[in-house]
């Protein structure tokens, strides 16, 4: 079933983490998990794999940073094709035959529009080459995802629909105040966001999933939503790092998001598949007790 009629047939769950989730496999912080799609491509696999056992029916591709800009700190600038299409087919391969949604995920370019004025990079050629290998890869959904920045979000937007009709989820990483550091309010740059035709806006990486229904609060349902919160700012402990929300702790927030007119609900930072598995399983019981 194509994404967006599946979509406004019922809500769907989405993946969790995969930074968090490469972390716990052992893969050092500091290394650049992009690249990880083709030395460590079982690594990344397994990942994909867990999600899609814990119920999502979309994940997201590995592939947040892969664009010029943030490549050039590891040294692998010239391989944005190459990251982003292994990436894509990565992922469509844990997926085949699963009737799960791949979407190309794409974060923010890591530079600021004085610094990319100063420096001569056009960041809509960033954002279109990125973008482009992901759909060569074969994807047809997009994700742009944890932007702080609303205009460079909207021209990530304006670069995806430039290249493909394919529908774009759009996602803005909002403070726990609802404004964003340019001091506009969610609504507001949601509502823009719908403006530009983006086809699902929301919010993702968020502190906490009660903090994400707090903050869709004050938006009017006008269309589509998509949530994914991280599991609360991490705690450390024992010398290692621990994310207090608990897999309950989604599954509790499926109702109230679902009243928000929330259609995608999946994890950021921290969240696992067993956050993946509650929130699925709150999904499949409301449809339950809905159908009856």
């Known amino acids: 079933m194509d994404f967006l009629d599946e979509l406004n047939d019922r809500i769907l769950p989405g993946d969790g983490g995969m930074g968090t989730a490469l972390m716990a496999a052992g893969v050092p912080a500091e290394t650049c998990f992009e ?3 083709v030395s ?12 899609i056992g814990a119920g999502a029916r979309v994940i997201a591709t590995n592939s947040f940073g892969a664009n010029a ?10 391989r944005v094709s190459e990251l982003n299409w292994s990436s894509a087919q990565l992922a469509k391969d844990a ?11 794409v974060g923010p370019l890591g530079i600021s529009a004085a610094e990319a004025e100063a420096s001569g990079v056009d960041r809509h050629a960033l954002f279109t080459e990125q973008i482009g290998a992901l759909l060569d890869g074969g ?10 920045d609303l205009d460079e979000l909207l021209l990530a937007v304006e670069a995806k629909h430039a290249l493909h009709h394919c529908p774009v989820i759009a996602a803005l990483a909002c403070p ?32 906490g999933p009660a903090a994400a229904v ?3 609060a004050g938006v009017a349902d006008a269309g ?14 024992n010398g290692g790092l621990v994310y207090p929300a608990t897999p309950e702790d989604f599954a509790r927030s499926v109702g109230p998001l679902a009243e928000k007119g929330v259609r995608l609900i999946g994890g950021c930072c921290g969240t696992t598949p067993a956050h993946v598995a509650a929130i699925a399983r709150e999904i499949a019981a409301r449809a339950d007790a809905g159908s009856r």
Do not use: Q, Y
Request: positive net charge; aromatic residues 2%; hydrophobic residues 50%.
């Open 35 to 37: 690249e990880l799609v």
């Open 40 to 51: 460590r491509s079982e690594v990344v696999r397994a990942v994909h794999e867990a999600a």
């Open 69 to 78: 800009a943030r490549l050039a700190r590891h040294g692998h600038e010239r």
């Open 95 to 105: 997926a085949r035959g699963t009737g799960v949604h791949v979407a190309g995920c």
């Open 139 to 148: 994807v047809r959904v997009i994700l742009l995802a944890t932007f702080l």
């Open 176 to 207: 726990d105040d609802g404004r964003l550091p340019d001091g506009t309010s969610l609504a507001a740059a949601l509502a823009k966001l719908r403006a530009a035709e983006a086809d699902v806006v929301g919010i993702n990486c968020v502190n």
């Open 214 to 216: 707090r903050l869709l």
């Open 224 to 237: 589509p939503l998509a949530v994914f919160p991280s599991a609360g700012l991490p705690l450390r402990e």
